[in-house]
């Protein structure tokens, strides 16, 4: 498959461990912000998201913290399989302005 | 399959050369966005159109150029290519401004 990012941080967990991928965004003013996965060979995948409002939203085994105070993100996925291997980005949006993705996480499940 | 058709999915071509690069928005999606990621810069907003109006612009080179059809496809031209224009091409869409995107699966250009 296609290598993205060959200088990423890289995360190896156990399978079956939580995993923690953390993130710092630029813009303390953005209201909006989103994880994605990407595979490799894939376009990015919408994983979860949340507003600036908020703090904590919970999916199916993903939680994401927002921590405006310091600018930082973090996605929990709980019980870690094999396919959740991919690359993740954490991703920003101020009002109506275009996506601004951070440089990504590696995470390698070791099973 | 995430409803954003990008074709098409590899491509290689000389350098100099011109080609284009086509992208389906999800039905229903105005907003049509395009992404470049190389290994060094990670995604890289290039950029929007809105309902067949360009709406932002990112670092997109002056070689390149897109625009959004009456149907709502949109193309990005590349020109005069470099080795350095290597890279994965994404689009994404969006139903309006501020929400989240839908990426395609990419178009990979390998300039020789």
């Known amino acids: 498959g296609e290598s993205v990012g060959l200088h990423l941080p890289t995360l190896s967990v156990q399978e079956g461990d939580n995993s923690i991928i953390n993130c710092a965004y630029s813009n303390s003013a953005s209201d909006y912000f989103i994880w994605y996965k990407q595979e490799s060979g894939k376009g990015p995948q919408f994983i979860i998201d949340i507003r600036s409002n908020m703090d904590k939203r919970q999916g199916q085994r993903v939680t994401v913290l927002l921590n405006k105070t310091v600018k930082h993100l973090s996605l929990q996925i709980a019980a870690t399989q094999p396919g959740d291997s991919a690359v993740y980005f954490c991703?920003?949006?101020?009002?109506?302005?275009?996506?601004?993705f951070g440089k990504g996480t590696r995470l390698s499940v070791i099973a | 399959d995430s409803g954003v058709t990008q074709t098409p999915k590899h491509l290689i071509t000389a350098t100099g050369q011109r080609v284009t690069l086509r992208c389906s928005p999800r039905s229903g999606d105005l907003s049509v966005y395009w992404y470049q990621q190389s290994l060094d810069q990670g995604l890289q907003f290039l950029i929007q159109y809105y309902n067949g109006e360009e709406r932002a612009k990112g670092n997109i080179l002056e070689r390149f150029s897109a625009q959004q059809f009456p149907d709502l496809h949109s193309e990005l031209n590349l020109s005069s290519l470099e080795l350095g224009d290597s890279a994965l091409y994404f689009c994404?869409?969006?139903?309006?401004?501020?929400?989240?995107?839908?990426f395609g699966s990419g178009t990979r250009l390998t300039v020789v």
């Open positions: 991703a920003e949006i101020l009002g109506n302005t275009p996506l601004v």
């Open positions: 994404a869409s969006s139903v309006g401004l501020g929400d989240g995107y839908t």
